[in-house]
């Protein structure tokens, strides 16, 4: 059974860092993008950051763009997305997803990609 399961969530005060990570398991993902979106009560998931398979190439969100850091381990399976300077607004369900086929034009589109994990809570206080 594929599965990407997140870890790492909880609650921060404004200004603090946390990091998330996921695990996949079930397959190598090694040959697939990687990435993140988030999802606010009441919004639409909002696309992250992704990470091509080799590591070499990382895209952001304007919104989280010199705050946010993704990796990954190819070796371990796993993904990670380092968070700093949070602020209220990043509070969201945070969701790891993977794919193989994604491009600059489909990256941003939660539908191009078919693998989620089950989310984890990111709550930052002020």
């Known amino acids: 059974q594929v599965q990407l399961v997140e870890s790492g969530g909880g609650l921060v005060q404004a200004g603090g860092s946390l990091r998330v990570s996921c695990a996949a398991s079930?397959?190598?993902?090694?040959?697939?993008?990687m990435g993140w979106f988030r999802q606010a009560p009441g919004k639409e998931r909002e696309f992250v950051a992704v990470i091509s398979w080799s590591g070499s190439q990382t895209y952001y969100s304007d919104s989280v763009q010199g705050r946010f850091t993704i990796s990954r381990d190819n070796a371990k399976n796993t993904a990670h997305l380092q968070m700093s300077s949070l602020k209220p607004e990043d509070t969201a369900v945070y969701f790891c997803v993977a794919e193989r086929d994604i491009t600059f034009a489909n990256m941003r589109d939660p539908d191009a990609y078919g693998y989620w994990g089950q989310g984890t809570q990111v709550t930052v206080s002020s």
């Open positions: 079930g397959r190598t993902f090694s040959r697939d993008a």
